[in-house]
Structure formats: C-alpha cells, structure tokens
C-alpha cells in the first residue's frame, strides 16, 4: 500500500528562518513543497524525523544506504514491473518523452527503449557496476535517440525542442526534460546525492551550480533542480515506483519522493 500522504503548508516561521541564514531568493520560485507525513516516518524514518541540513542528510543516508543491489542485466526486467505502464500492462512508460513503449522494445535499435542513467554514469565514472550503475531509483526506461541525445549532459532550463522528446530540450551543455518528468528527475538526482557519500568505494556525489561536469562527480544545476522539485510534485506514478522498488527489489526508498520538503530542508 502506497504512503499515506497528509500534507500541510511550511510555516512562515521556516521562511522567516531561511532569511536569516541568508538563503538567496532562486531566480526560478516556485510554490514551496508541502510537508508531508508518511506512514513510514515512525519506522522507516524515524531516525530522520524533526532533523534539517547536515545532519538530516547524514540521517537519510545511513537509512537508505541499506539496501539490496541488484545486476545491470538484472535491470531489464526490474524495469518492465516498475515503470508499467498503469493502463496497458504490456508497455511501459519512457522518461523524458512519455510515450508508452511495448516492454518487449528493450535494445538498442532505432525504436528501442534502454536504460537511462539519470545521474550519468560518467559523473564519477561509476559505470554499469553493481551499486550506483545499477540502482533502480535513478535508472529509467528511455527511448533510445532520446537517451543518446541526453547523454551525460546536466540539467538546465532552456534549448532547442528534442526531436520527439515530449517537450523535453537540449542545448550545447545541458538538458531539461518535459515539465511532467522534471521533479521526478530532480528528485531521483538528490537520492544519489545522498545516497552515495564516498564511504563505500564509490564516488560521492553532489550537486552543483554548474555545467559541463563532466567526468568529475557532480551534477548541476542544484537551484534548476530545486525549482523543478517543487514545480512538479510527485505523481502517482512516481509513488508506486517508489514503493515498487521497496518492496520487491531494493528495499530502499527515495525519501524525496516522500517527503519533497526535504530538498529544501537540506539544500
């Protein structure tokens, strides 16, 4: 059963608090996320619950740092269950251009849909290893131009329409999918942030304020990202995914997805 959701608006004391620390105002605002409460935060949470900045990071991270990993090939069928399409069983639902896919299209012909690496695999040059090459909650089923044309670029507003991207854009340096998929990548981009902190082998990775990352293991733009995080709530898709992913495969959450207050709480 999907999280039971209560949501409430940020008090005008946390804004206030916010000033005083002397946050600067994004030049992309958006309506603040509302909190919310979740029928994990007793247990799954608990740690986590009343904690802000560094120390809700560090919380988030050991909660969800445990988790089942599965293998890269593994993730074909992995996705086929947690990107089903909800009104045709057969096809799944693609990132960036939305279109419903036939699950039996996985490859990578012309027509195809692969494995996106949303957090760009190249960004700490992670690869398709087993840990944060293969960890469903950043890896999603794309068209296979509309991926190439992707690439490893960061994200950012602005550029040419992605030819048939479903309203996604590209430009020289950065990519910005349709608006229906930008929280949901913004968010599956701070579960990486917090998820992989250098203490495992791999990189840590953090977002920052910029472009052309390259192979170094960052991923911008934080402010571009907040902004979608709070422009595109979380759907109903992404809930199940979510839970999807809990309880049949990893056993890890992404606590964005829960609680999309917390970007703001900890960037």
């Known amino acids: 059963m999907l999280a039971t959701r ?17 946050l600067a105002v994004p030049a992309v605002s958006a309506t603040p996320a509302a909190a919310t409460t979740t029928d994990y935060d007793s247990t799954y949470y608990k740690n986590a619950i009343g904690k802000s900045g560094t120390s809700l990071k560090s ?8 988790q089942t990993k599965i293998s890269y090939s593994a993730v074909w069928n992995a996705l086929k269950v947690t990107d089903q399409d909800p009104n045709n069983s057969n096809n799944v639902i693609l990132l960036y251009s939305g279109v419903s896919r036939a699950k039996s299209l996985n490859g990578g012909d012309v027509g195809d ?31 296979v131009q509309v991926n190439s044309i992707r690439g490893n670029l960061d994200f950012d507003n602005g550029g ?3 030819t048939n991207g479903g309203g996604s854009t590209v430009d020289s340096d950065s990519f910005a999918p349709r608006a229906a998929d930008r929280g949901d990548v913004a968010r599956m981009i701070l579960y990486m942030a917090v998820r992989y902190e250098g203490d495992d082998g791999f990189a840590d990775l953090e977002p920052n304020e910029k ?10 733009k934080l402010s571009v990202l907040k902004a979608w995080n709070e422009a595109d709530p979380p759907s109903a898709f992404e809930e199940n995914r979510n839970q999807v992913i809990y309880d049949t495969y990893q056993h890890n959450r992404n606590p964005f997805i829960d609680h999309p207050e917390w970007v703001e709480a900890i960037w």
């Open 6 to 22: 209560i949501r409430r608006w940020k008090s005008v004391a946390l804004a206030t608090a916010a000033v005083l620390v002397g």
């Open 59 to 66: 919380a988030l991270h050991t909660i969800i740092s445990s």
């Open 113 to 143: 849909w692969n494995r996106e690496h949303v957090w760009a695999k190249s960004h700490g040059d992670f690869g398709e290893v087993t840990g944060p090459g293969t960890d469903l909650h950043h890896l999603r089923p794309a068209d």
């Open 160 to 162: 040419s329409a992605v």
């Open 211 to 220: 472009v052309n990352n390259g192979s170094n293991p960052y991923m911008g």
